[in-house]
């Protein structure tokens, strides 16, 4: 304000104009012989601890990153999943008929969830091997889109198909079994094989254990309405949904690590 009330203008003070005028000394000052390895190296995520890594891993790393669109459709996968879910549970309560249309987007989430979570495991455990990289991948994608379709078209909701559509589930989760064997004999001397097979059966504990507790009802159905708020079995479903897909994300940065450090 004091520059308005006393007399001759002055700029304000908010830009320190002399420190400005240092600063172009100081950039000349900088060393400019940055060393571009490290500079890029710090773009990595902070997963990726490059102590003890020769420079020549360094400088492949950067010239020959691994693709990572694997990784992504499982995020895509796992964003869809949980945007669906999160509309079916805001928008159910409209109607009858939302309620069921919702529901069916609920059910494409899940299906979508289930086979964009194969991508990074079958893409990286098989990138070396074609054959059974499009094999794999090829398998998951067609079941994909036949869950979804399943899921979404009205034809298939009649009561007899509801074994197939279930089994469709039970079928695209447990065909994941396939390729992490398979990894583990491919790959039983690389430690990041036995490590993201480990976060992979946890996943599948963790999923395993949310369908059972959406199936069983537990804990309402040991004293029902005392859940009805908080603690009831669907919200542990989502809960542990959640908690299956982020170790699966732990599982994927191990995959980007091992990939990009040692290639084929
Ligand atoms: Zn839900």
Redesign the pocket.
């Known amino acids: 304000m004091r520059h308005l009330m006393s007399g001759p203008m002055k700029a304000p003070t908010v830009v320190d104009f002399k420190s400005l005028q240092n600063l172009s000394k100081m950039i000349r000052k900088a060393d400019l012989s940055w060393n571009l390895v490290e500079h890029l190296t710090k773009c990595l995520p902070e997963q990726f601890s490059l102590n003890g890594v020769k420079d020549d891993t360094i400088s492949t790393l950067i010239v020959k990153p691994i693709t990572r669109w694997p990784f992504y459709a499982f995020l895509g996968g796992a964003m869809f999943c949980l945007l669906a879910?999160s509309t079916?549970?805001l928008f159910a309560c409209h109607s009858q008929r939302l309620s069921y249309i919702m529901l069916r987007i609920?059910y494409a989430g899940i299906a979508a969830l289930i086979a964009t979570s194969f991508y990074p495991l079958v893409y990286y455990s098989f990138m070396c091997n074609p054959f059974f990289c499009y094999l794999y991948l090829g398998f998951i994608t067609l079941m994909g889109i036949a869950t979804i379709a399943f899921s979404l078209l009205p034809f298939f909701q009649k009561a007899e198909f509801r074994k197939y559509r279930a089994s469709l589930f039970f079928l695209m989760g447990f065909s994941g079994v396939v390729p992490i064997i398979h990894k583990v004999i491919l790959h039983k001397h690389q430690p990041e094989a036995l490590q993201t097979t480990g976060y992979e059966i946890l996943m599948g504990v963790l999923y395993g254990l949310g369908a059972l507790i959406y199936v069983t009802r537990i804990p309402e159905r040991w004293r029902p309405g005392k859940f009805d708020i908080a603690g009831h079995s669907?919200q542990l479903?989502?809960v542990l949904v959640v908690a299956g897909a982020y170790t699966h994300y732990q599982a994927g940065l191990v995959y980007l690590r091992w990939r990009d450090l040692k290639g084929c």
């Open positions: 879910s079916c549970h609920d669907h479903f989502h």
